[in-house]
């Protein structure tokens, strides 16, 4: 990994280091850049000094991690902590909206990403479709009942498969599909 949190972070880093670079060239120039790009500097060089306060740049872990983009993302991180027993790594504080731009949970062992939607900045909400996420556990019993207890609902009860697993599906209440898989004990 490169940077202060990773690729996304060196990507920034170099963003912010090309900004700075061609503003300096303008103000030699004597042509300083307009107002709204001197604002957008700022709040660039805001934002990561809030992203860095909030543990921000902590390194995922897991080879692939889920960036889920949701309407109450603080909520659901909540949500997740009963249901799932994750854990709240880092949190970017809620903007006056009540909307944040990063969450992150640890959840068995694996991260997973939350961000409220900001159309504003052309990130809609959607309605989380065509996709569910996969929860190995060893107990699926445990998982599956403090989730239901915890408000998901049953979208397909958990049962012994074809290929021999138990497996089933819950809905949480911002409507991510959690398929729960604990794979078959060997004999």
Known sequence: MTGRDGEAGAARDRTIARRRKIFA??????HPPPPRIREANKESDDERERCDAAGHGRAAKGG????????????AAEFYREAFGAEVVASVPPDEKGRTMHVHLHVNGTSVMLCDAFPEYGHPLQAPQSFSLLLP???????????VAAGAEV????????????????????GVIWAMNQPKRPA
Do not use: K
Not at 25 to 30: E, F, I, L, T, W
Not at 67 to 75: E, F, I, M, V
Not at 137 to 147: E, K, L, P, Q, S
Not at 155 to 174: A, H, I, S
């Open 25 to 30: 060239r303008a103000a030699d120039a004597r």
């Open 64 to 75: 692939v991690v889920a960036y889920l983009t949701l309407d109450g993302a603080l909520r």
């Open 137 to 147: 556990v060893a107990d699926i019993a445990a998982w599956w009942n403090r989730a």
């Open 155 to 174: 979208v397909t009860p958990y049962q012994e498969m074809f290929w021999g697993d138990l497996y089933g599906q819950l809905r949480d209440p911002f």
